[in-house]
């Protein structure tokens, strides 16, 4: 690290983390202003428990990122951003200035991406970091920003207005993505969102389109979670195909061009993939096609890690394993399957990685797909040889290309429920991991 001078004092400044963030961070959620320059002089005017707090959130949540060309897996950054954070959370943000406001919320947000990246066993839970980072947004009103057209078109990119209202689309977006995906009740309600046609300047291209995506996406986790039960997420799920049409339309003309509008046409597949899995009534054919298209895309050299890979991965996964069961479907689905976890091994810049994380939640899920298939041995334990439990050596027991313990011809053996949609909507499909 290198040290930096303000007139608050000396802070410590790794120019290589805060590249990494924008390389692997920034061109999905540009939280952080365009300018390191900038980013780095508003450091400097902050007091130093704020700074600190916000500098140690950073570094763990570029170090949490499987792409991340730093060394291992670290908590200890994340530990003592918790402990920083809660110390300034005594602080009334009052008596903060707003843009000292602005720095504690992109730490909590930073917080929040790294829970999330650090799977389900994340303490403490991504919801808590995103709910504090609502609560704070409120209190700052940002939700009720209504920035003049013409100042979202024009005028400096890193503006405490324009930063504020990066911050709120980021935090709606992620609350989305988390509602949807643990089959839990959204923070920010529908009818505190409102994207305009001049927020594409602020956000950019793709996380504008992300944004429209999310709003979508928000529609499908209300009917989920809704505590009457009287909205039909069948109906729903309906609807939703019409809204990611009229998407699609407005944006597959873009797909083609390279960059950061091949996230957009994950998100899009994501979605459309969520939507047919939560109707009632879906023929496994028409499942199929979102997966694999999910697949191809997350295995392509040209398609970078993002703090969003993980979901699609999951949810691909998720239907590749059921449509492993239908006839129709075996063959493509598992040539999915292992060309999933072939890009998911490949992922990792750095031989150490987080084996409690995500990967440790999707190799679980594998074996315990492959156990009622071929038995999971005497005293329900595995029977995969020691030394042979990579992504990839499972995927392979799990849909039957070769195990140890292979049935023999005539024998039958238990199969899970086809297309369990129940525990997908209960628990969502990064929930459903860890079941």
């Not at 997350?298 to 699609?312: K, V």
């Amino acid at each position: 690290m290198n040290p930096t001078s303000s007139e608050h004092g000396v802070f410590d400044w790794d120019d290589e983390l805060v590249n990494q963030y924008y390389e692997l961070i920034h061109p999905t959620f540009p939280l952080l202003p365009e300018s390191k320059s900038n980013l780095q002089s508003r450091l400097a005017e902050a007091p130093a428990s704020m700074r600190d707090a916000f500098l140690e959130a950073l570094y763990s949540t570029v170090r949490s990122s499987p792409a991340s060309r730093a060394r291992g897996v670290s908590t200890s950054n994340a530990r003592r951003a918790s402990d920083l954070i809660i110390s300034a959370q005594f602080e009334s943000p009052t008596t903060r200035s707003h843009r000292d406001n602005l720095i504690y919320l992109q730490t909590l947000i930073l917080m929040g991406l790294e829970a999330d990246n650090h799977g389900p066993d994340s303490s403490p839970p991504r919801a808590a970091w995103l709910g504090a980072a609502v609560g704070l947004v409120y209190n700052m009103k940002l939700h009720s920003n209504r920035l003049p057209r013409e100042k979202l078109q024009t005028g400096d990119p890193d503006s405490d207005e324009k930063l504020g209202r990066r911050a709120w689309w980021v935090l709606v977006v992620l609350d989305r993505w988390h509602a949807i995906s643990t089959s839990s009740p959204l923070f920010i309600p529908d009818s505190s969102v409102a994207l305009l046609v001049e927020d594409q300047n602020v956000l950019g291209v793709a996380l504008y389109h992300i944004t429209r995506l999310s709003c979508i996406m928000g529609h499908l986790a209300e009917s989920l979670t809704a505590a009457d039960g009287e909205i039909s997420t069948a109906y729903t799920s309906r609807l939703l195909r019409g809204e990611l049409e009229r998407f699609r339309e407005t944006v597959e003309p873009l797909w083609a061009q390279k960059g950061s509008l091949g996230l957009v046409e994950l998100a899009y597949y994501h979605v459309k993939l969520l939507s047919l899995r939560h109707a009632s009534r879906t023929d496994p054919i028409q499942l199929l096609g979102p997966a694999i298209r999910i697949t191809d895309i997350l295995s392509s050299a040209q398609n970078p890690t993002t703090p969003l890979s993980h979901h699609f991965a999951a949810l691909a996964l998720g239907a590749l394993l059921d449509l492993a069961d239908f006839e129709e479907t075996k063959k493509d689905a598992c040539a999915g399957i292992e060309k999933l976890i072939d890009a998911l091994e490949k992922r990792w810049t750095t031989p150490e990685r987080d084996e409690d994380g995500w990967d440790k939640a999707i190799k679980e899920l594998i074996e315990r797909r492959r156990q009622p298939r071929y038995g999971a041995g005497g005293g329900g334990g595995s029977d995969v040889p020691r030394g042979h439990g990579s992504l990839q050596h499972l995927a392979e027991l799990a849909v039957g290309e070769r195990s140890p313990t292979a049935p023999t011809s005539g024998t039958n053996y238990p199969t899970l429920p086809h297309l369990d949609m129940a525990r997908l909507q209960r628990h969502g499909y990064l929930g459903s991991l860890v079941l």
